[in-house]
C-alpha cells in the first residue's frame, strides 16, 4: 500500500474486554513504533520493532500491554482486560532507517482510536 | 526528566501576520528535533526536521542551543495552515520520538 494502514479505525470495547490493534507498515520498512495519544496529548512512546525483535517496550503502561512483529512485517497490539485509562488513540509509525543516526524519517498510520466503556 | 514543551495549546492568528509556535526541550546532549503536523482529518506526517536546515510551505525552525529551543516560524500565515503542530525530539539509540502537547493553529481570514 502507499502507506501505514491501521485497523480498525475505532473500536469500542467494555470494561474487562481484550482487544487486538493491527498495523500494516510500508512495505519494506525494518523499524516500527507504536504510541498512545490520550485526548488533547502528544503521542507517547510504547514500542519499538526492529524486524521482528522487541528491541524496546519500555513504554508499554502495564503487562496488560503486549505487542508482536512475528514475520517483520504485520504488528499487532494486544490490550488484556481494558481499563477506562486505555482509552486513547493508537498510532502506529514505520521507517525504512533503524536508530537515531537514519536519516529516514517516521511515517504514521491513521490510528485506531479505542474508547473503554 | 527528558521532555518538550509546547507552552502554548492554542495559537489563533489572521491571513498574512507572522506566526510563532514556541517549542523548548530540556536533555542533556544534542538530540534531534522535528516538527510536525496534522491537518484536518489526515494522519500526523512530518513537516521539517532540524537537521536538514530547510524551509517547508514557508515555515522554518532553528535549534537555538543555548535557549533549548527549537521555534517554528513562519512570516505570513495562509488558512491553509490551519493545524496540529507537534515538536517532537529523537534521542536513543532506536529513534523512539517523545512529542510535545501540541499547538492549534488557527488561521482566519
Known amino acids: 500500500g502507499a502507506g501505514v494502514s491501521q485497523s480498525p479505525r475505532y473500536k469500542v470495547a467494555k470494561r474487562g474486554q481484550d482487544v487486538a490493534l493491527r498495523c500494516d507498515p510500508i512495505?519494506?520498512?525494518?523499524?516500527l513504533f507504536w504510541y498512545q495519544q490520550a485526548l488533547g496529548q502528544g503521542p507517547e512512546f510504547l514500542t519499538y520493532?526492529?524486524?521482528?525483535?522487541?528491541?524496546?517496550k519500555s513504554g508499554l503502561p502495564s503487562d496488560r500491554f503486549f505487542a508482536e512483529r512475528p514475520e517483520g512485517s504485520v504488528s499487532t497490539l494486544k490490550i488484556q482486560r481494558t481499563q477506562q485509562e486505555d482509552s486513547a488513540v493508537y498510532l502506529c509509525?514505520?521507517?525504512?532507517?533503524?536508530?537515531?543516526?537514519?536519516?529516514?524519517?517516521?511515517?504514521f498510520g491513521d490510528g485506531t482510536r479505542l474508547s473503554i466503556l | 526528566a527528558q521532555r518538550v514543551t509546547q507552552p502554548e495549546k492554542l495559537l489563533s492568528v489572521f491571513k498574512g501576520a507572522p506566526v510563532e509556535l514556541k517549542c523548548n526541550y530540556s536533555?542533556?546532549?544534542?538530540?534531534?528535533l522535528f516538527w510536525y503536523v496534522q491537518y484536518s482529518r489526515q494522519r500526523l506526517q512530518l513537516l521539517l526536521r532540524h537537521i536538514s536546515r530547510e524551509s517547508i510551505k514557508g515555515f522554518t525552525a532553528d535549534l537555538n542551543k543555548g535557549e533549548t529551543s527549537f521555534h517554528l516560524k513562519k512570516p505570513f500565515a495562509q488558512e491553509e495552515d490551519s493545524a496540529m503542530y507537534y515538536c517532537a525530539a529523537r534521542t536513543d539509540s532506536w529513534g523512539k520520538l517523545q512529542f510535545g502537547a501540541g499547538t492549534q493553529v488557527v488561521v482566519t481570514p
Open positions: 536533555y542533556s546532549g544534542s538530540p534531534e
Open positions: 509509525a514505520s521507517s525504512s532507517g533503524t536508530g537515531i543516526y537514519s536519516n529516514q524519517p517516521q511515517h
Open positions: 520493532f526492529q524486524n521482528e525483535a522487541q528491541l524496546d
Open positions: 512495505s519494506g520498512h525494518v523499524s
